[in-house]
RNA sequence: GCUGGUAUGGUCUAGUGGUUAUGAUGAGGGAUUGUGGUUCCUUCGACUCGAGUUCAAUUCUCGGUGCCGGCCCCA
């Protein structure tokens, strides 16, 4: 009898784990250079912060993993990372702008499907309290950055929740939830069925060729200069285009699921597959949970995603450091000569079972090691160690000195 | 929540209404006691679960569950 994780979560065991580790710290280091802080937060809320109407909407409400503890109170897992800011930010005096940020699960009762996980990851990045369109372009640079760590071309397609809404009320007043759902789907259905779904809802389907059309003129010749979504659709467009954001583009279309939303909104995708990642501005969401008006933007990267399409292009993470193999001499001296290169700042691992030098060999090779360390008795003797670079094979006996060795680890070949 | 397909060791796979259910790969141990990803030996390890049909079910039927997709929704 064996046990399975459960439906549509999975393990991340040894080399695969690295690839989701080399993304998140990728991100970490993004971050923090722009002087995010990092944030906790129980995978556990309660179930009506989650279910809260300014949070989740009925659609996602469904997805909520809801149970009752055994005090009957009613519970359930996060299904993003934003809602649980809402609660700290509504619940503390964070001192503003606060960014921080946060990579951890989040979990969704939905049927599982190609990248389609009910736990997975998600590094989320807020700034609180910058009104300005300014928080947003800081998140298209943090976007850029995080992307370039992993040698991936975003595209990242923008919208106002404003402007459309203005646009949708123009065609259909008091329906615009709806039509938004419809025109979400414009790309993956197409124009004609587009507009077959709003002429069964009994609704103006002129509004596709608007959207499919995409042009700002048109859409101001609609919903008039004054407004304040097409100004804010144009000044970020401005601002990208000042700061060399060239993969940044806007699209009519795009309204994302959650309820929070206010202003512009995300999307980032990639040449094929789902979306991997969306935000953006939030600015009542704090204080529908109760706190101060609070303006705030936000994006999040599906880590899990990005793991699928990293592991699909064949990316291998390697061992930094040494393997230490034992030419017949006994374990806890190697064990003893890997402790002192490791106070001096040199990785490695000691082949603890002491092994023949050709099983060391195997595996150091199968765990993506660069480099095994040979000890044998003239190496004790002389205080050297022998190592080879299992890429090009070559090896050298050198002097067992942290400068030297480095000096060879960092040799790309010869 | 609706819907299609599918289910054999960790992974990939052969096959069958009836003896001990293939093969590969893998993992553990060993053969070559200072040089690997080669070879050889050895061990481990599977018919998704339940009900039905049948003398007999891994095989046929139905149902549950998982997995792979599509819709809804979404990272």
């Known amino acids: 009898m064996t046990f399975q994780t459960v439906r549509g ?9 690295c ?7 990728n991100f970490r280091e993004v971050f923090a250079s722009y002087g995010y802080l990092p ?3 129980p995978a556990v809320e309660n179930f009506d912060l989650l279910a809260a109407k300014s949070a989740a909407g009925e659609e996602i409400k469904k997805e909520i993993y809801y149970f009752k503890d055994k005090g009957d109170r009613e519970l359930g897992l996060r299904f993003d990372l934003t809602v649980p800011l809402g609660r700290v930010a509504s619940s503390n005096q964070l001192k503003m702008p606060y960014k921080r940020y946060q990579i951890d699960e989040v979990y969704r009762y939905d049927r599982p499907q190609a990248k389609r996980y009910r736990a997975f990851k998600q590094a989320d990045i807020d700034i609180l309290g910058v009104k300005g369109l300014e928080a947003e372009l800081e998140v298209m640079l943090v976007t850029r950055d995080c992307f370039e760590k992993l040698g991936l071309k975003p595209r990242v397609v923008f919208n106002s929740r404003k402007l459309l809404e203005e646009l949708i009320t123009s065609f259909a007043k008091g329906r615009e939830i709806e039509v ?6 414009l790309d993956k259905v197409g124009e004609t069925d587009c507009k077959e779904m709003l002429k069964e809802k009994e609704i103006d389907a002129g509004i596709v060729d608007i ?4 042009d700002l003129e048109e859409i101001k010749g609609i919903i008039g200069e004054a407004s304040e979504g097409l100004k804010e659709v144009n000044d970020f467009l401005a601002l990208c285009k000042e700061n060399e954001l060239d993969f940044v583009e806007f699209s009519s279309a795009l309204a994302r699921g959650l309820e929070y939303y206010t202003g512009i909104v995300f999307e980032i995708k990639l040449d094929e597959g789902p979306s991997v990642g969306g935000g953006g501005r939030y600015d009542k969401l704090i204080s529908n949970y109760g706190g101060q008006e609070t303006a705030a933007v936000g994006i999040s990267f ?3 995603r990005l793991y699928d399409i990293l592991k699909e292009n064949g990316f291998k993470t390697s061992m930094e450091g040494l393997f230490l193999v034992s030419a017949g ?3 806890k001296e190697l064990v003893k000569i890997g402790d002192s290169l490791r106070t001096k700042g040199i990785y490695n691992e000691t082949d603890l079972n002491g092994k023949s030098i050709s099983k060391g060999f195997e595996f150091a090779e199968k765990k993506g090691y660069g480099f095994v360390g040979i ?8 205080k050297t160690i022998t190592i080879k670079n299992l890429k090009i094979g070559k090896q050298e006996t050198i002097e067992l000195d942290a400068s030297k060795i480095n000096e060879f680890l960092s040799r790309k070949d010869a």
């Open 211 to 214: 959207i499919v059309k995409n």
């Open 180 to 185: 938004m759902r419809v025109l979400d789907k």
């Open 329 to 331: 001499v006994p374990v």
């Open 39 to 41: 944030q906790y937060t």
């Open 19 to 25: 690839i989701q580790e080399f993304i998140e710290a």
């Open 375 to 382: 000890i044998g008795e003239n190496e004790i003797k002389d």
């Open 302 to 304: 599906g880590v899990s």
């Open 9 to 17: 979560m999975r393990d991340l065991i040894g080399q695969d784990a």
